[in-house]
């Protein structure tokens, strides 16, 4: 295969849990879009992850969530299937938390465009911490623990809950490259509030047309689902434990018993008001930098 990396022609890229996952099942749903079967394929971003099997290749047919792929032959042959008349795109959200991404993304098609979602910090705060409290990456029982805890870097597990919400100088490292006109803001309050007309709207800046399919078929997001029996789950989550038991039963069983052993109906708790009042100061002026920045008034949506 040639060594040049195919032309990607659009970029979702993030932030984390900002709805990044509803938006790639809606653009996934047009016949005019080709979005790989790997949603977050890390290619231009230079992260790792604590989980040995994104770094596995992945196979003909299956679909992933998050692979680390560094090889330009597998990162092309993700985009094998696509036809001449589809935009192909990548919706890796670490591509807007590795600020040097923005330039390598133009170095590789400086007609690019560039889709960003942005939620209120705290809330992505806070449901970045119960994501990893649930997957086993983070240990603390209260979100107040798992800010103070040690840092952990590793994109995969990463726990740098109100950093990862300071969005001026992330935002920035695309306009500082790519022309406004290829750069498109997508407030998460906003579209999930007015799902059809923000989705359409995202459609024409993309150049194309949100068919009736694009609304009509299921969308999956990355919901989070409380668990119970954590302890154990996060047993048989180690890498040499999972990897045994994968070698034995196939994905689609997994998921099966882990639904029936571990699923919990409970509601996720919320995060006290005081507290998100409190978080939300820390981040006025890096969101009145952003309004300058993006002319959006991130201030009056977030009412902080």
């Known amino acids: 295969m040639d060594k040049k990396c195919n032309s990607i022609d659009f970029f979702l890229v993030g932030a984390a849990r900002c709805g ?10 047009s016949d005019d879009v080709f979005l790989p079967n790997v949603k977050e394929p890390n290619f231009f971003s230079d992260v790792d992850s604590p989980n040995t099997e994104d770094y596995k290749l992945p196979k003909l047919g299956e679909k992933y969530h998050t692979k680390i792929i560094k090889d330009i032959n597998v990162y092309n042959a993700l985009y094998a299937n696509a036809h001449k008349n589809q935009l192909k795109g990548d919706t890796s959200p670490s591509y807007i938390w590795d600020t040097k991404v ?3 993304l133009f170095e590789h098609n400086p007609n690019a465009k560039i ?23 983070d240990r603390n029982h209260s979100f107040e623990d798992a800010l103070s805890a040690t840092k952990n870097h590793i994109w995969g597990s990463c726990n740098q809950y109100l950093e990862m919400g300071m969005y001026y100088n992330q935002v920035k490292a695309y306009f500082d490259i790519f022309p406004k006109q290829q750069i498109k803001i997508m407030v ?17 800046f993309l150049g194309i047309n949100a068919s009736d399919s694009v609304f009509n078929k299921s969308i999956e997001s990355n919901k989070i689902q409380p668990v119970k029996n954590l302890f154990l789950l996060n047993l048989l989550r180690q890498n040499k434990i999972k990897e045994t038991v994968k070698s034995v039963i196939n994905q689609d069983k997994i998921d099966k018993l882990k639904s029936y052993f571990f699923s919990d109906s409970k509601e996720i708790k919320k995060i006290s008001p005081e507290f998100r009042r409190k978080l ?8 009145d930098k952003l309004t300058a920045l993006t002319e959006i008034d991130f201030e009056q949506k977030w009412k902080v």
Do not use: C, Q
């Open 188 to 204: 998460y309050e906003n579209w999930t509030e007015n799902l059809e007309d923000e989705i359409k709207n995202m459609f024409d």
């Open 20 to 29: 990044t996952t509803s938006l790639y099942n809606y653009l996934n749903n």
């Open 102 to 104: 923005a330039e390598k």
């Open 280 to 287: 939300s100061f820390s981040f006025k002026k890096d969101i």
């Open 115 to 137: 889709l960003i979602s942005l939620r209120h910090p705290v809330d992505r705060a806070y449901s970045h911490y119960i994501m990893n409290y649930y997957t086993g990456s």
